[in-house]
């Protein structure tokens, strides 16, 4: 694992940025898996105004995102395909029809899966993490083995999503997402988090046993894992020699 310590928010998202433009420089049929969330918004920001800038183009780029909320179409605004247009895909010259979401395939969620490998697998997978060491809507006792599903939401993702929400009641309680084993089978992956309160999490993941208790800890037996994070969620692994 490559670990980058931050300054601050920004920075972060800075070097993340950096990271993906260079790659779809060399790359510009890339295929991306993409997060939703508060912590990746700057990067879309910053990937948006690079790309009116000229500096990078995705119109040939595929795009899977990670999860998705059962029940709520992209016109809904809590949706994360509607996140995704605003944020990202009506700011650049991407090409919609090339941007999928793990519930557009229904019930066969298999199905996604076997595109992401029919578009030659995902060349770069950003990816956030929850407080309790989600992955995606992977959460802690999921299996490593699992593919792309319907789930349930543990109580603290719901808790913490009822920000977006009027109310708590309001948040959807079940979503489809890339399994773990999907998220592995990412040829490489950024994974960004900020703030104090993913401190224990990020520990866990990168400094703990890997355990399904801690989803993101099997990142540590993925080839190819940058890890971005900010002086806040990088606190509790400051002592650890090992990074
Ligand atoms: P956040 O979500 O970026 O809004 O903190 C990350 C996650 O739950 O995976």
Known sequence: MEVYIEEDYNALSQRAVDIIAAFLKEKPEAVLGLATGSTP????????????????????????????????????????????????????????????????????????????????????????????????????????????????????????????FKSMKDVPRKAVTMGIATIMETKKIILIASGEKKSEAIFNALSGPVTTKVPASILQRHKNVIVILDKESAKKLKNNPGL
């Open 41 to 164: 918004l700057k990067i879309y920001e910053m990937l948006s105004e690079k790309c009116n800038k000229k500096e990078i183009s995705f119109k040939k780029v595929k795009t899977f995102n990670l999860d998705e909320y059962c029940g709520l179409t992209s016109a809904d605004k809590q949706s994360y395909h509607y996140f995704m247009k605003q944020n990202l895909f009506l700011k650049t010259d991407i090409d919609e029809k090339n941007t999928f979401f793990p519930t557009d395939f229904k019930l066969l969620h298999n199905f996604y899966d076997a595109k992401i490998k029919a578009s030659g697998g995902i060349d770069l997978q950003v990816l956030g993490i929850g407080r309790d060491g989600h992955i995606g809507f992977n959460e802690p006792g999921s299996k490593f083995s699992s593919r792309t599903r319907k789930v349930s939401l543990a109580k603290p993702t719901i808790e913490d999503n009822a920000r977006f």
